[in-house]
């Protein structure tokens, strides 16, 4: 028989909503089941990048009685420790992840897809801006907009 190395170990998302449940806490706010299942929408959602109205939607399935205005304040009140990024990809609603996911953005025009970019990747072009222009970037969550791969003109089909 082979046993887990770690039994009582919850699993990874159950671990990290917990993590930023305490920081909430510890911050004086209050763990309501709303919030609870707000944050764990959060870390659940595949693309990492959903809006204000489409996690209020997506918690309002299991927890109906949990009303926009709370989905709004509890994405605030994150935002506000440091939990949560609130990125403007330029088209729609700003989308929220969590802030120590860093890469930066591809956005399509066309379709709204984004497609997530290494931050290692332009580093050094971010590096040479700086340096010859003075600008200080936000350099975790860039947002580059242009037509992905299926929305291209004259893709091969
Ligand atoms: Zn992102
Ligand atoms: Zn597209």
Do not use: W
Request: proline share 6%.
């Amino acid at each position: 028989m082979i046993e887990s190395p770690h039994p009582s170990q919850p699993r990874p998302v159950d671990a990290a909503v917990e993590a930023i449940l305490d920081e909430l806490r510890a911050d004086g706010g209050r763990i309501t089941s709303g919030r609870r299942a707000i944050v764990r929408s959060l870390l659940s959602a595949d693309d990492h990048h959903v809006t204000a109205d489409e996690l209020a939607s997506r918690v309002q399935v299991d927890h109906p009685d949990v009303n926009r205005s709370t989905v709004y304040r509890t994405l605030d009140a994150l935002e506000a420790m440091g939990v949560l990024s609130r990125i403007s990809l330029g088209t729609g609603g700003a989308v929220y992840h969590l802030a120590d996911h860093a890469h930066h953005h591809l956005v399509c025009t066309r379709c709204r897809s984004v497609v997530e970019v290494q931050p290692g990747l332009l580093g050094p072009v971010m590096d040479q801006l700086e340096a010859q222009t003075g600008f200080s970037l936000d350099r975790p969550h860039v947002v580059i907009s242009g037509l992905c791969a299926s929305c291209r003109p004259g893709k091969p089909s």
